[in-house]
DNA sequence: TGCACGATTCTCT
DNA sequence: GAGAATCGTGCAA
């Protein structure tokens, strides 16, 4: 079943955290893929200072945190690279977003395989890493604003990944955000080995 | 109108 | 472990 929109209008921390072991399905002309949420982020709105709506900061791109929860945040990064966030948080308006940051193949994996030839087969390269899994499920800004609730583009429900099984970190590739970088919001499955590798 | 830079990845050494 | 690739966005001028 695919999850409902109440899922997301939760506190972002306690989402991030849920999320894990739900799965990501897009359904394309090519065919579908899927994956297993093994690595998350959690970015707290506009006093958070990793967050793109840092200060309340609404433009363009980063309108779909501001929108109604459960929709996709997708954006170009590093001019060649994108990256997937759904929005989520109990207060309607307050741009709070969770990142997936790595996944586990659980089908197409022939199709992601053909969409990742850098990861040479290799099974857990597939999808570990932000934008990995972007290029492996074929997410770009078609994708952005979509409603994650609805095919084609959804999360699906499956069994959560226990508490005492997450690991709590700090984010990843936000050494600008001062005090903030030091948050232990990330969070993924222990011992999972398609968490992404850059680990500190 | 111009400019600096990023919620990254890949390749080569 | 280092460096390149590459461009939309935000902010200064």
Redesign the pocket.
């Known amino acids: 079943m695919i999850l409902p929109r109440n899922f997301y209008e939760r506190e972002p921390l306690a989402v991030a955290k849920a999320l894990l072991g739900k799965v990501v399905v897009h359904e394309t002309s090519e065919g579908t893929t899927a994956g297993r949420i093994v690595e998350t982020?959690a970015?707290m709105g506009p006093e958070d200072k990793?967050?793109?709506?840092y200060?309340g900061?609404r433009?363009?791109?980063?309108e779909p945190?501001f929108g109604a929860k459960g929709h996709a945040?997708v954006?170009?990064?590093?001019?060649?690279?994108y990256?997937f966030?759904v929005s989520v948080g109990e207060v309607p308006g307050k741009p709070e977003?969770v990142?997936m940051?790595a996944l586990e193949p659980v089908e197409g994996m022939g199709l992601m395989v053909r969409r990742?030839?850098?990861?040479?087969g290799n099974v857990v390269?597939l999808a570990?890493?932000?934008?990995?899994?972007c290029?492996a499920m074929d997410i770009s800004k078609k994708q952005n604003g979509a409603d994650v609730c609805t095919p084609p583009f959804y999360i699906r429900d499956a069994q959560p990944v226990p508490e005492e099984g997450i690991d709590a970190a700090t984010?990843?590739?936000?050494d600008?955000?001062d005090e903030w970088k030091h948050k232990p919001w990330r969070f993924y499955k222990r011992n999972c080995p398609n968490v992404?590798f850059?680990v500190k």
């Not at 990793?50 to 709506?53: E, P």
């Not at 433009?59 to 980063?62: D, S």
């Not at 954006?75 to 690279?81: E, K, P, V």
């Not at 984010?171 to 936000?174: E, F, K, N, T």
């Open positions: 982020e970015y990793a967050s793109h709506a200060g900061l433009t363009c791109r980063t945190q945040y954006y170009l990064i590093y001019g060649m690279y990256c966030n977003a990142l940051r990742r030839p850098a990861a040479k390269k570990n890493g932000p934008s990995k899994l290029m984010r990843i590739g936000v600008y955000a992404s850059r």
